[in-house]
Each structure stands twice: as C-alpha cells, then as structure tokens.
C-alpha cells in the first residue's frame, strides 16, 4: 500500500471537550498514509510535572453534542503520555511536518494562563499571548515548511496574534466567525453542488489547512497530507 507519508510526524494539541470522532479519524487516517500521530498538551505547570507528589498523567474527556447523530465508536477519554508536553514539542517543533489545533473548545482551554503578579501596570497583549500553546502555534505559523491545521473552533489559538491571520484565506465554524473577522483573515465561501450557498467546508492557503467543522475531518486530513 502506497504511504506518502512515511516518516513523518503529526502533533495534534488536545485538551478537554475534544469530540472523539475526530480524534480517532486522525487515529486512524494519518497512520494510513504513514505518519505517526502524537498528541500533546499542556500537562506540566510549574513545579506540577513528573515527581511532584501530586502529579498523575493527565486523562482528557470528551464533549458530547445532543443535537447530533449518535457519535461514532470511538473513545470518551483521552490520555496523553507524560513526556507529551507543549514544552516538548516547542523544543523538537522543526521534526513535525505538521501541528493540527484539535476542534471544539480544546484551543479556547488552552488559551488560558496565570495573570502574572509581579506586573503592574498588566499588559493586556502580553498577557493573552502569553500561554504556551498559544505562543507554540504563533512560531509555528512563522515557519512555513510546517503545515498548520485548524478545525472548527481551532483558529481561536491564534486571535492572540491577529497579524497572523490577516489577509489568510480560511474557513472555520460560524460561531467563531465574528473572532476571526476582527483578526483581518478572509472567510472563504462558495457554492455547493446544489447551488446553495454555504461556508467553504476545508480551505488550504499554502500552510494553513482549516476545516468548518467535525463533520469536514476525513477531507482536512487529506489536504493536511497533501500539504505535507
């Protein structure tokens, strides 16, 4: 079977709230094509990281929609292994040959940091993009060999930086619309087979792939592999 991906490394940032249908569509699709799939998050804080008496390797649990269709066969909770920190992968980012910001409210979790105390006046700017997910994907973007993907709610990790999205062709969820309108990227739409008008389901614009939704997953994971 013909693996165009051999070799190479995909990170997926995950946190709670993650839908299990596309956390095991990058399970499985990613792999299929020969990439390794590692997940990562913020699990270390300080001195609560591996050693410290009340540190446990953190288990993530998923969202659960009960407007949608009954959820594929997939998994409710998700661990990450302890070495898996954004730390980690901020070292070691130059051998992936992409990083996907998982969809729902994961990027909106992990958007969040400590005020810091010692700071007064606060600055504001500094502050919200401060986190380090937030930091990670703001020099990802700057290194254009890495392909970026962003799903659904995923383009909120990037509102921080507003300078990185402007002028970027995108889609994502309407909900999150508005927020990335006023980070100056371009939301593309277009027209469907039937002619009706809906938001563009997956975009690519060079190194950045978004998808609109969970339901655009199978189709985002193949313009990721293209990319690559």
């Known amino acids: ?7 190479k490394r995909v990170a997926v940032l995950v946190e709670n709230k993650f839908i299990p249908e596309e956390i095991e569509a990058y399970r499985a699709g990613f792999p299929l094509l020969g990439a390794r ?21 953190p288990v993530f649990y998923s969202d659960v929609d009960p407007n949608d269709n ?4 997939s998994p409710q909770r998700l661990a990450v292994p302890e070495g898996n920190d954004v730390s980690v992968l901020r070292e070691s980012l130059q051998d992936y040959a992409a990083v996907i910001m998982a969809a729902n ?10 005020l810091p105390q010692s700071q007064w006046p606060v600055d504001a700017r500094s502050y919200v993009q401060s986190p380090p997910v937030v930091r990670l994907f703001a020099e990802a973007m700057k290194d254009r060999r890495i392909v970026k993907g962003a799903l659904c709610h995923g383009l909120w ?9 402007k002028g970027r062709k995108v889609t994502c969820h309407t909900v999150v619309m508005a927020d990335i309108l006023n980070c100056g990227a371009d939301i ?3 027209r469907s ?3 009706r008008l809906r938001v563009a389901p997956v975009v690519v614009d060079g190194d950045l792939v978004t998808g609109y939704s969970k339901h655009e997953v199978l189709p985002f994971i193949e313009a990721i592999a293209r990319q690559i």
Not at 105 to 114: A, F, I, K, N, P
């Open 105 to 114: 409210y994961t990027s909106v979790r992990l958007r969040w940091e400590d």
């Open 188 to 190: 593309v739409f277009e």
């Open 157 to 165: 990790i990037l509102t921080a930086y507003p300078e990185l999205l």
């Open 37 to 57: 799939v590692e997940f990562f998050s913020r699990i270390w804080y300080g001195d609560y990281r591996p050693g410290h008496p009340n540190w446990r390797m």
């Open 70 to 73: 009954e959820p594929w066969q």
């Open 193 to 195: 087979a039937d002619s």
């Open 1 to 7: 079977m013909n693996k165009p991906l051999e070799g």
